[in-house]
């Protein structure tokens, strides 16, 4: 394929995922039909599967760069902080935020867990999550030899807090506020970072 086709294909690509996105949030995984995409997307329905082998695939995609947009915007809302700290708190106040939109609503946190499965789901998630929420807690350590271990646990709390908090808000549970959330969230990490310094200090 010569590099005019695989431009070509690429470009093809990515009208048909941002085509099925749109459809997608429209009418849901299951009113979006292949051939209702294709047709859409000025191709046949052949065509599309050359590039994508089913919806589920397609649908798989579309999560993606939806959790890559949403992680992009985060950390852009974080660099408001005047410091690491202020600034993760800032991003998990946004990401509460941003789940909340129609679009991320529907197609993320409703239809993926049932759509991919929530192994699957999970996995997208914690892929794109962990690589944002892992570098803003080193930086709010200030070490630059912090392992893994001792990140891993307080980004893992983080993601769980969030995620849940989201899936409260779309079932409208009036018992959490997003301050309140945010307020257990600094909690949290501030204990975290005493405890890593804590251990910094009896090396």
Known sequence: MGKKSAAEAEKTRKS?????????????????????????????????????????????????????????????????????????????????????????????????????GGSNWREIDAITSLSVIEPALSAIAKREDIEIRQIRPMALLTLGLLNETAFALVRSDGTITVDDVIDVLEISINDWLKRVQSKSKAK
């Open 16 to 116: 048909i995922v941002s085509t099925a996105r749109r459809l997608f949030a429209e009418l849901g995984f299951a009113g979006a039909t292949t051939s209702h995409i294709a047709k859409t997307a000025g191709l046949t329905e052949g065509a599309f599967f050359h590039h994508f082998k089913d919806k589920k695939a397609l649908f798989a995609e579309v999560v993606k760069n939806l959790q890559r947009e949403f992680a992009y915007e985060v950390v852009m809302r974080g660099r408001e902080g005047a410091d690491a700290l202020e600034g993760f708190m800032i991003g998990a106040r946004a990401s509460i935020e941003l789940s909340q939109k129609p679009e991320y609503l529907r197609l993320v946190l409703i239809e993926a867990p049932t759509v991919l």
